[in-house]
């Protein structure tokens, strides 16, 4: 068929990302790493990241002129297939940016979206990111693309699985209300699944994207779950029975969280997350190797209180201390000690000290601590089984 594009060699990219009092300098670079990380999830490659100081975004094209057109000479110069801001862009802004630069934008939620329904494995999740997509296609459809025709098939333009999505307005929102239909339909099938799921505790591994939670998974359960070092590697929910010693729990591995998810993106995954939401204790995985880990931290914590699960017992697993990379610091130097400058022994004796959840220093790959991590799950599930059957005494 003409006019689709051949997807033999990798989409070029370059992200956008813009400083301003929330979103300090010294963080910026770090958020457009993870954003080029997220663009080679997607399988475009990141040639070159453009940073604008701005306090108010400029309505019509989000950065302002001059930088755009540093931009614009660039994309011509390197033969740029898309453009891709950090941030989310409103309907218009996406709209004129195209117009001026001549190719396709995407913001940071459409790359998501994209990633996701690349990764959707089960018909599931497959209709609830389609739903996402669609959900946030709608609004931008106007004018989008249709000077970009022969793009068709590029990253944020693909549904889940091989299919193309649809640029029709009208056929959105039927397909919108059939999709919504249909979720609820399998929604009240998992409500009356998991009740059915009989006397057992509830653990929920939750966490940031790529802090192992699914390697964590499968060293508890022996399981051999699908993990890899991209984001998003787990989309659908997976659920395990464990046993301990004596005492049998169900383990869930799902979605990672991210910051800047937006909140209607969150809410497509309400069914998702209901596991997590549902849970009797979670498993707050870090990634104690990543220097942003602390931030990482509390946009998690911040995405359990959007779902209503922030209340729940938790125990914090910092994970990856194979990883963990100490930098002494030199005697003469006055300047204030950062996280790096601390041994692991130090930063665990701190956190234990000033965290108010339990938590534990592991290496889920290397499986170091395992078995203090199985005894520390073992008390905490049993503890919470006693409480809720207190006379189910053949456990013991
Ligand atoms: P998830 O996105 O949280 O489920 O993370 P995954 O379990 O998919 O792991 C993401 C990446 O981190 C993979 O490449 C894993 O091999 C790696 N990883 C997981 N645990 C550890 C660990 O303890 N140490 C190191 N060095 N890497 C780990
Ligand atoms: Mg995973």
Sequence with gaps: MGGYRINTEPEKAILIGVSNDNQPYSHIEDYLAELAFLVETAGAIPVR?????????NSRTFIGSGKLDEVRQFVIREKIDIVIFDDELSPSQLRNLEMELGIRVLDRTNLILDIFAQRAKTAYAKTQVELAQYEYLLPRLAGMWTHLERQRGGIGLRGP????????????RTKIAILKDHLEKIDRQMTTQRKNRGRLVRVSLVGYTNVGKSTLMNLLSKSDLFAENKLFATLDATVRKVVIGNLPFLLSDTVGFIRKLPHHLVESFKSTLDEVREADLLLHVVDISHPGFEEQISVVNQTLQEIHAADKPTLVVFNKTDAYSYVPKDEDDLS???KENLTLEELQKSWMARNNAPCIFISALLKQNAEALRRLLYDMVREIHITRYPYDNFLY
Excluded: H, N, S, Y
């Excluded at 990241?49 to 975004?57: A, G, W």
């Excluded at 091989?162 to 056929?171: K, L, V």
């Design 161 to 172: 699985g091989e299919a193309e999505i649809e640029t029709d307005r009208r056929i959105i």
């Design 49 to 57: 990241t453009f940073i604008q100081r701005l306090d108010t975004p």
């Design 336 to 338: 204030p000690r950062q």
